[in-house]
């Protein structure tokens, strides 16, 4: 049992999606996984394919276009799955709440676990985030 | 005989999967990190098989497990010493029905991943059996019984041979600059190719099927040098470095390269050695 | 004896002249159900009575050997009076090549022809019987079911169908007549009725391209023939005798193998090996049952089973080996060019010239284990490849289309169609069924000889490349959102591909039971010693074993396994898209210009024109002749 409970900690596989960001979160988040930070000692492994994942890393703020696609995604992943919203823009919509055409945070779309504010949130900030991430995805694994 | 069998199917996997774990850990190194840790691999299967169990259609679900159950068959195969070449053939069946599960699904990734699937075949199964043909013209029989009943070590007259199983371990441990239809790591230009639409458990079933295969092209390795066994299970593991270094260092080639180097290189080789042996004879 | 060997060959000449007269098709498909049952009840009593010979006496006051001879004449210059009224030079030449030097032979030269035992079989004939029975007449049955919607289709109005019929009856006598024929004149009559009834079936439809295609099957079956010719001619004068068992006891050489050169180029043209091969091609214009009873299962059958009965006498020597590398280079060269091939009847011919050619090589490899490897490659490929051909008929039928992109998601329309491909094209192509099985012997006893195991390797891998994405496209389905359809057939149809299938499945797992009661008694009949034994579900050979057993178990665990999962499993999940699918975008804009959105084209991978059939061609043919020359050319050496 505490097997199967520790395996489900350490085996966190992620993808990532880029909203409407600009793309200052994502080089922040896809720094993790270079020599300095490396989030690879964790197990988090940075797969394409929602089907395979269970922590959706999203940054940039929803609007009218991507709405659709950001519910696609989520809705493409197997359970249990955990959703991160990295970056203020992700969290509430950021400095562009109030334009035409933004919905807001990703809140407003699929259902967040974790909030990371920052613009942009820094590494540190990202991997702890998903340590708290891993911690929710394995209290929602049964066992 | 039981021990054997038992062997075979339980622990020869973990054996692969400490291989694969070695190999992500070695590579992180390279590349100056810390890497995973080294039970990696297991933690990964263990938490794929917590996943949802979902599948696109039945017969992709009827794929993972012919595959899974040929690649398993052919370990036990091998270490009940049995033909070498039908061994080969008994994998092949494994390999086939994973090309079926992802041309099954009607998700654009998945079928061009089955297409370069196919010919990663088309490029190691000649090589494969050519080098069944190179120890049957040594040893004078297919049988892996025969071989082990050698008192010298078949590396003596087959050593161009083992190079080729280079070529053939780096197209199916899918390495680079062979991992053109899905790979180790997320490689996201077809997103992750034949495997794309596998989840959860049955994704969990082809990692372990191919922790069986990998076991089994290593022991194949090892045998050239039986029956020093101890050089033949440090040579498989030189094989892996090598295939580490390669891989680090090369990028991903297209279709057509891998099939004219495994045809231009693999064959000639192959020929060579093949050839000598036979005016030798 | 005689009465079997009278249902087996007469009966159907019979039923097939009966069934040409009649207009009513329900007295014609209740007589072909008969003709069916009674020449699949004669096989198996042929079966069970085991070797024997016979002599044919006298019909009345003639001797059978003067009414064959007659037959013979009246055949060859029906062949002519075709051929000039087609107005075709070489055909004249080549028809004309085979009926005078025929008739001079026979009647002025003072040649006895007499044969004392000239029907003859022993376990190769009962073999070949039983695969002619048992296949040929289940295409029979199909036929009935099969030629109703063809014409249908066709608006073909008068019914030709007992035109047709009555060719593929007598064909199935004729095709039992051969097997049992001892003496080279006989085989030589029946061989000609086979390539005239080719001619018609293959022009049966009537329309301009199926006329081509049937003149040139008669114009490269006629090269055989005529080498057929020269070969009795030759042999008679160099070994003094017709008569087969004779011949091939005789430790032949010199001129004498000349003679069996020539009878091995004539097989070579029935079997559509290359350069030979361009009427096969040709003749998938035919209606589906042509194309499984004469060009994959029985007639093209007929030339590798002469080149068997030949083997022992060429055993080991140098022309054996140079005809073992021409059979293992039309292996590759046939897949090569079946790689690029979409068409589905294509395919499957590229695939039977190739398996066709992994007979001859393996027949002619010195050792006797490959030569039982031939005749078990010669059943089971038989039985696969008309179940394939009769499938890709039936698909036809249902969706209007040969091209295999056109049959993605079949499974899901016409799911009994579907199922029994897929149990066809596993049974052609994985462990443990019986043609992978022929092909791993033939690697074991090829390996000694380094060019043709490289050639049969790689003539292996692209098998397995150009069945399994046919395979994989059939099986294409969303379960989330398609439902299985229930598919209509009729009975004629729904039964042979049953039985054929449930055949298929069943001699592999009996294989070593065919093994041990069939093939190795027909190959020890001729070599002292045979290095094979099938023993309780292993097939044990000098150099290595192949266990069934085990392989079936685990197929049988893993789908088990799979019935288990999918019982508990909670649903099916959207095949991977991510983002927006392109049907919410009605219309885009490029430039600042609105356009339609192209549809999504999904496609196999044809290697680009690179191996098509134009460019391949040319450079095969050339090498495949200069093998042929070589083969002659060594026995002068």
């Known amino acids: 049992m505490s097997f199967l409970n520790k395996a489900s900690k350490l085996s966190p596989w992620l993808v990532h999606y880029d909203c409407g960001s600009c793309n200052g979160c994502d080089i922040e988040l896809l720094s993790c996984l270079t020599p300095l930070y490396d989030v690879e000692r964790f197990g988090v492994v940075n797969v394409g394919d929602p089907k395979q994942a269970d922590i959706l890393a999203v940054t940039g703020s929803v609007n009218q276009q991507n709405k659709s696609v950001l519910k696609n995604i989520y809705d493409q992943m197997s359970d249990p799955k955990v959703v991160v919203a990295i970056g203020v823009c992700a969290c509430t919509g950021g400095i562009f709440r109030d334009c035409y055409n933004v919905v807001g945070g990703i809140d407003k779309v699929i259902p967040v676990d974790v909030y990371i504010p920052g613009c942009p949130a820094r590494p540190e900030q990202i991997i702890d985030g998903i340590q708290l991430a891993i911690k929710k995805l394995s209290e929602k694994t049964k066992v | 005989m039981i021990l054997k069998v038992l062997f075979a199917l339980i622990c020869m996997p973990l054996i692969g999967g400490l291989i694969v774990g070695a190999d992500r850990k070695l590579t992180a190194r390279m590349q100056g990190r810390f890497g995973p840790p080294l039970l990696q691999p297991f933690y990964d299967v263990v938490k794929l098989c917590l996943k949802q169990r979902v599948s696109v259609n039945e017969f992709q679900v009827l794929s993972v497990f012919i595959y899974f159950a040929s690649s398993a068959l052919s370990v036990l195969l091998l270490l009940l010493r049995s033909d070498l070449l039908m ?62 009943m050698r008192s010298t070590p078949m590396i003596a007259e087959l050593p161009l041979l083992f190079f080729v199983m280079i070529i053939i371990l780096g197209i199916k441990m899918r390495k680079s600059p062979f991992d053109i239809s899905a790979s180790e790591h997320a490689h996201q230009e077809i997103v992750k190719g034949v495997l794309t639409d596998y989840s959860g458990p049955y994704l969990a079933m082809t990692e372990v099927a191919h922790w069986y295969d990998l076991t089994l092209l290593l022991s194949i390795a090892a045998l050239f040098f039986y029956p020093y066994w101890i050089w033949g299970i440090i040579s498989a593991l030189a094989l892996v470095v090598v295939e580490i270094l390669i891989d680090n260092v090369s990028a991903r080639l297209t279709v057509k390269w891998m099939l004219s180097y495994s045809y231009i290189v693999g064959i000639t080789l192959a020929a060579v050695n093949i050839g000598v042996l036979y005016f030798v004879r | ?130 695969i002619i029975s048992f296949v040929g007449t289940l295409i029979w049955i199909f036929a009935i079911g099969y030629m109703k919607d063809d014409e249908e289709h066709k608006k073909v109005y008068p019914s030709r169908q007992n035109r047709f019929f009555a060719i593929i009856l007598v064909f199935i006598g004729a095709m039992n007549a051969l097997v049992f024929s001892n003496s080279l004149i006989w085989v030589y009559f029946f061989w000609e009725i086979t390539t005239l009834s080719s001619y018609l079936l293959i022009g049966h439809d009537g329309t301009e391209e199926a006329q081509e ?63 030979f091969h361009k009427w096969l091609l040709g003749a998938m214009v035919a209606p589906t049952p042509v194309s499984a009873l004469l060009h994959s299962s029985t007639m093209v059958k007929a030339g590798v089973y002469f080149i068997i009965r030949l083997a022992p006498t060429f055993y080991g020597t140098r022309m054996a080996f140079v005809i073992s590398l021409y059979g293992g280079f039309t292996f590759v060269a046939a897949s090569l060019m079946a790689i690029g091939q979409s068409n589905g009847k294509k395919i499957l011919a590229y695939s039977t010239i190739s ?218 999940a959207h095949p991977y898209m991510p983002g927006e699918t392109s049907k919410s975008y009605k219309v885009i804009k490029i430039n600042g210009k609105e356009d339609a959105l192209p549809d999504l084209k999904v496609r196999n991978y044809y290697f680009g024109g690179l191996l098509s059939e134009e460019r391949l061609t040319p450079w095969l043919k050339l090498i495949a002749t200069a093998l042929i020359i070589c083969a002659f050319g060594v026995i002068l050496l």
């Open chain 3, 355 to 572: 398996n066709l050619g992994l007979i001859i090589s393996a027949a002619c490899i010195d050792n006797t284990t490959a030569v039982a490897a031939a005749i078990m490659l010669m059943i089971f490929h038989a039985v696969s490849k008309a179940l394939l051909f009769l499938c890709v008929g039936t698909i036809e039928h249902g969706i209007g289309s040969r091209d295999i992109e056109d049959m993605r998601g079949l499974i899901n329309r016409m799911p009994f169609t579907a199922t029994i491909t897929v149990i066809g094209l596993v049974t052609m192509l994985l462990p443990p069924f019986g043609v992978l099985l022929s092909k791993w012997l033939v690697i074991e006893t090829a390996a000694k000889n380094p060019i043709l195991v490289f050639m049969i390797a790689i003539g292996s891998a692209l098998t397995v490349v150009y069945y399994t994405r046919w395979l994989g496209l059939l099986l294409s389905r969303s379960s989330d959102n398609e439902t299985i359809k229930y598919e209509k057939i009729s009975g004629y149809i729904r039964l042979p591909l049953t039985i054929l299938s449930v055949t298929a499945i069943t001699i592999s797992t009996f294989i070593t039971f065919i093994l041990n009661r069939l093939i190795v008694p027909a190959v020890t009949q001729y070599y002292n010693w045979l290095g094979l034994v099938g023993m309780e579900g292993t097939i044990e050979e000098t150099y290595g074993s192949f266990s069934l057993w085990p392989v079936f178990l685990a197929l049988g665990i893993a789908f088990a396994g799979c019935y288990i999962s999918l019982k508990s499993q909670s649903g099916f």
């Open chain 2, 87 to 148: 061994i080969i053939f008994v994998m092949s069946i494994g390999a086939a029905f994973l090309v079926v599960g992802a041309m099954s699904v009607r998700s654009p990734y998945s079928q061009v991943g089955a297409q370069r699937e196919l010919m990663q075949m088309l490029s190691y199964e000649p090589l494969l059996i050519l080098v069944t043909v190179g120890m049957y013209l040594v040893t004078g029989s297919f049988k892996v019984s025969k071989i082990m």
């Open chain 3, 213 to 275: 295609s049937a003149v040139r099957a008669l114009l490269l079956n006629s090269i055989g023939g005529v080498a057929f010719v020269a070969a009795i001619i030759i042999a008679y004068y160099q070994i003094g005798t017709v008569d087969i068992q004779k011949i091939i006891s005789s430790k032949s050489s010199g001129l004498a193998m000349v003679a069996i050169g020539l009878l091995c180029l004539a097989a070579f043209t029935k079997s559509a090996q290359i350069p």
């Open chain 3, 1 to 130: 004896m005689q009465f079997e060997l009278f249902i087996a060959i007469f009966l159907p000449i019979i039923i097939g002249i009966i069934v040409y007269m009649i207009k009513s098709e329900k007295l014609r498909n209740i007589l072909v159900i008969a003709c069916t049952a009674l020449v699949m009840l004669s096989s198996v009593l042929i079966v069970h009575h085991g070797n024997f010979s016979l002599e044919m006496g006298q019909l009345g006051s003639l001797p059978w050997n003067s009414i064959i001879e007659v037959l013979d004449l009246a055949l060859g210059l029906f062949i002519l009076y075709i051929s000039i009224s087609l107005k075709n030079k070489n055909l004249i030449l080549l028809s004309a090549l085979q009926v005078l030097p025929m008739f001079i032979f026979e009647n002025f030269t003072g040649a006895n022809l007499e044969i004392n035992k000239v029907i003859y079989a022993d376990h190769l004939s009962i073999i070949m019987n039983i």
